[in-house]
């Protein structure tokens, strides 16, 4: 048990209306693709934080998640996008905010944690350091999608004379799912080591400079062997003040609880009293895999060692 | 006892050089005038956010600290400045990250809050938001002394070739004190509210777009009428990665630690391990206060109602 490996990941929760399931069979199809991606990497005996880095890149590069190519829009039309990552082993840590033209912003975030001389980059920073470092520049037409830019158009319809609505406000005038597609991976390898990755395009609508919880440590990206690996999807404002996913953390801690137990009761006693609404993944360090949400539905898919593939969007 | 003030502030941690009483003379005058600022709002039976905000203008407003005019320099000779603050008494936070025309950074943070579709909003966004909101803009020299630019250029003649050094090195190649100068102040009102607020101009010769831990909930600044109210200093990626601020209210609600125990163990057990140096300022649902550091000293000064406002900066 203990040497086998684990993953999770997730596409974004929100008010999803069930459909289909030939609606359903192109977002199972891209989870269980990411999925697949980290899992090489683990079978191989590659690491959690290359398992996580690798999952998210798949979902980044998919229009379908909002997260890279398909990111959502702000309120004046461009694509500001966020992505933190952590490792467990050595509680290091990366995370750019508010970039523009890095095609992957999870590989920006890895590359700033193995730097080392900053967790944080924002903006034209970020971006310059991206440049300096080689990693992949696009223009920002790469990141829009016809899709998303309709959802902007139809909550600017509905939003009249309000140039920018809040979370809760955009949920309830945009009727297409999925509500809030932040993406991540949370992972064990066999050596037990932990690794979660985040990353977002935000909130359709968004304030320009508005800052998700995906790039901040101990709110929507943590990891600790100690205990476990979370990522988080929902409305973002709250899960930075409920700190939750370091809340996660500091149960099984504090409190000795499993995965599981402290994760639900994150929610529960972090994120629901602030009026948040969203999920998380979490990997414990035993492996075990805890996927609750308080939203209609979370796209996500998981594995554990030697079982299934298995992808959902409803509660069980 | 329920029903006494009580307020703590910092003007930064790190490795400072005893001086002479006459040296000292301007810092405790600084830091007992902007206890006083505070101290005005909580006699008057004024709230605790409103008592953290005006300590820290008060402390942005004077050259001596690293926040607000009198802050460090980019390796660009930037000011570029972060602030945070969380309302323990709802919650509520807002902060500003990278920013360089706000006057007082700590203002736009609370404007953030009371605004309340985001939390965290960065650079030209959150400039954007902050002269809409009807902030004072100053031009970006306002921030420049030239105390602070001498520390620039000594820092980068160290450094050599070597553009944009790490926090560490820049202590260790630093002889000017003090190393770390953010500026944060916690307070407990007649109430029972919690808030705290932090606010820094970062690192010298920092990478730019590096954000630090200041702005960060949970990391540098945190507030919950439940447990405490903290605000932190010091090498700041290692505050964010180790959530400290977070970690102290963590402690002190599941662990039932008090706030003397829940600060000191924090720093030993999740700043030192990551080589985290600096100190945290906490104010206890019950009035108490504590301010454990790591580092040689950090400028402080606090008072609870009805006793002496006391400033330090060594260990007692």
Redesign the interface.
């Known amino acids: 048990m203990a040497s086998l490996f684990a993953i999770g990941l997730h596409g974004g929760a929100g008010t999803i209306a069930p459909g289909t399931a030939a609606d359903e069979a192109p977002y199972r199809k891209a989870l269980l693709d990411a999925l697949a991606a980290g899992q090489a990497v683990l079978e191989r005996g590659g690491g959690a934080l290359e398992a996580v880095v690798a999952t998210v890149v798949s979902l980044e590069d998919c229009p379908l998640f909002n997260a890279g190519h398909g990111a959502v829009f702000t309120s004046e039309a461009r694509n500001e996008l966020d992505a933190g990552v952590?490792d467990g082993s050595t509680?290091?840590?990366g995370a750019v905010?508010?970039v523009r033209v890095i095609r992957n912003p999870i590989l920006a975030a890895l590359e700033v944690m193995r730097d080392?001389?900053?967790?944080?980059?924002?903006?034209?920073?970020?971006e310059?350091?991206a440049r300096e470092r080689g990693l992949q520049i696009v223009e920002p037409s790469y990141f829009a999608t016809p899709h998303r830019l309709a959802q902007l158009r139809a909550v600017q319809a509905a939003a009249g004379e309000r140039a920018?609505?809040?979370?809760d406000a955009a949920a309830a005038m945009d009727d297409d799912a999925p509500r809030f597609g932040t993406v991540g991976a949370v992972a064990r390898d066999r050596h037990g080591h932990l690794a979660a990755a985040t990353s977002t395009g935000g909130l359709t609508n968004?304030?320009?400079?508005?800052?998700s919880d995906s790039s901040?440590?101990?709110?929507g990206v943590?990891a600790n062997d100690a205990t476990c690996a979370v990522s988080c999807t929902g409305t973002?404002?709250r899960f930075?003040?409920?700190?939750v996913a370091?809340?996660i953390h500091?149960?099984m801690q504090?409190?000795k609880q499993d995965v599981e137990t402290a994760s639900g009761d994150s929610i529960a006693q972090a994120l629901e009293p602030?009026g948040g609404r969203g999920g998380v993944i979490a990997v414990g360090r035993d492996g075990r895999i805890a996927m609750p949400f308080n939203s209609t539905g979370m796209y996500r898919a998981w594995l554990r060692e030697g079982e299934t593939p298995q992808a959902a969007v409803f509660a069980a």
Chains 1, 2 share one sequence.
């Open positions: 952590m509680l290091a840590a905010a508010g080392g001389r900053s967790v944080i980059l924002g903006c034209d920073g970020a310059r350091f920018v609505v809040d979370h968004k304030m320009p400079g508005r800052l901040i440590v101990g709110a943590y973002g404002e930075i003040r409920g700190c370091y809340d500091a149960r504090y409190l602030l």
